[in-house]
């Protein structure tokens, strides 16, 4: 019977294909928006995390709160200083100190100029050692060492093939000379490719080289202090304690902010968290519009054939055969709707991947569409469609079949 009863249904819905399609446009707007937005939204996250790979768990971060968009400290009221480092410095529990200057200036090549972050790297050894710890290896050339003048490091995307390469229009390699601020230096080492972009885009120099370039005095934009692991937590308290006093601030409204890897790490994932919460809701709009697309379809159904319930209970049909009739027609809107939905949701998502990841150069915008998104979107619309339908099916159900006849 619930074979007959399956073939019945899909006999009906193809007498009505336009209806039929015009019904599951609803739900395939909303199952497609739905599977791209999650697996974007999971795919940002991912990349966006990928871009935290190369901190050290071991490694503090404080910079002042800025006041709008840019590199760390370059928005912010009050800048850091040497007298802060020497704060952080005597604070139980932090091994190294290292100041950096992220700016972003003009770098010159070929006469074609571009704008890229320039990144500090200090004369102290060990101080320099923390910093190679978080950065990728070299494929060509050396790193900065701590009585270079003139040098620079590049990011792998300035290395053959990269996006750099087709802006500057000639390659860049060990050897070369760049303008900075109009002045050459010479470039020493381009650095493999990295998780991180901004180190992928980035122009390593000394750190008096950057100070005297761009006429910086006593200002540092982030303080990376290497501290005991196991006390990570109790350390940033007692540095934000001191910073504290020393400005003469309130808790609660600092002007700077120190952060360990995780709490970086966590505050980006809830922003995300809230992002796809959004977007979910934005798309549960258009899966609850087609669920009423599919009802509406069903009432409309059962008034057009009346006179085929009411002659199908005279010679025999039970209410439960009519019910699993219009259960399956309403079930199966949402099953095909589901589907074509998450094949094109899957599609949509994987080609927005693939056009960032042009547009960046670099392979960062990873989308992978699970099989749970895949599978749960279908099963969930064809629910969606079985629910949608039960009160239409139950009316059709309930119909007396001389009332029906009679119509």
Do not use: C
Request: avoid cysteine.
């Amino acid at each position: 019977m619930i074979k007959d009863s399956f073939l019945l249904a899909i006999k009906n819905l193809r007498k009505r294909k336009l209806r039929s399609w015009l019904t599951m446009l609803g739900i395939v707007i909303g199952i497609a928006a739905v599977v791209a937005l999650i697996s974007l939204g999971q795919g940002l996250r991912t990349a966006i995390n990928s871009q935290f790979g190369n901190l050290a768990t071991d490694t503090l971060t404080i910079q002042n709160k800025g006041t709008g968009f840019g590199p760390p400290g370059s928005t912010a009221i009050a800048k850091l200083t040497s007298h802060d480092v020497k704060i952080v410095e005597s604070v139980s529990g932090v091994k190294v100190v290292v100041p950096r200057l992220i700016r972003i200036s003009s770098v010159e090549y070929n006469n074609v100029v571009s704008y890229n972050y320039l990144a500090s790297v200090p004369a102290d050894k060990d101080k320099i050692a923390v910093i190679e710890e978080l950065l990728p290896e070299t494929q060509e050339g050396r790193l900065l060492k701590a009585n270079d003048k003139g040098k620079v490091v590049l990011g792998s995307d300035f290395s053959l093939g990269k996006q750099f390469e087709l802006l500057f229009g000639k390659e860049i390699r060990v050897g070369s000379k760049i303008k900075i601020k109009d002045k050459d230096f010479e470039v020493i080492g381009i650095l493999k490719p990295s998780s991180s972009f901004v180190v992928n885009i980035a122009v390593l120099m000394p750190e008096e080289d950057m100070k005297s370039l761009l006429g910086i005095q006593d200002e540092v934009d982030i303080i990376a202090a290497r501290v005991d692991e196991k006390n990570i937590d109790s350390i940033a308290l007692n540095i934000k304690d001191k910073l504290r006093r020393d400005r003469h601030e309130k808790i609660g409204e600092e002007s700077f902010d120190v952060q360990t890897p995780l709490q970086a790490i966590s505050a980006v994932n809830t922003i995300l968290t809230i992002v796809n919460i959004i977007v979910a809701g934005i798309a549960a709009i258009s899966l609850l519009i087609g669920g009423l697309g599919v009802m509406n379809t069903m009432y409309t159904s059962v008034l057009e054939r009346t006179r085929e319930i009411g002659t199908m209970k005279a010679i025999g049909a039970k209410n439960s055969d009519i019910l699993t009739i219009f259960l399956i027609e309403s079930g199966l809107l949402g099953l095909v709707g589901g589907l074509i939905g998450a094949i094109i949701g899957s599609s949509m998502a994987l080609s927005v991947s693939r056009v960032a990841n042009q547009v960046f150069g670099e392979n960062i915008f990873a989308v992978s569409i699970s099989s749970s998104i895949f599978g749960g979107a279908v099963l969930f619309s064809f629910l969606l469609g079985i629910f949608s339908g039960v009160l239409p099916a139950y009316q059709a159900s309930r119909l007396n079949p001389v009332e029906a006849l009679r119509r």
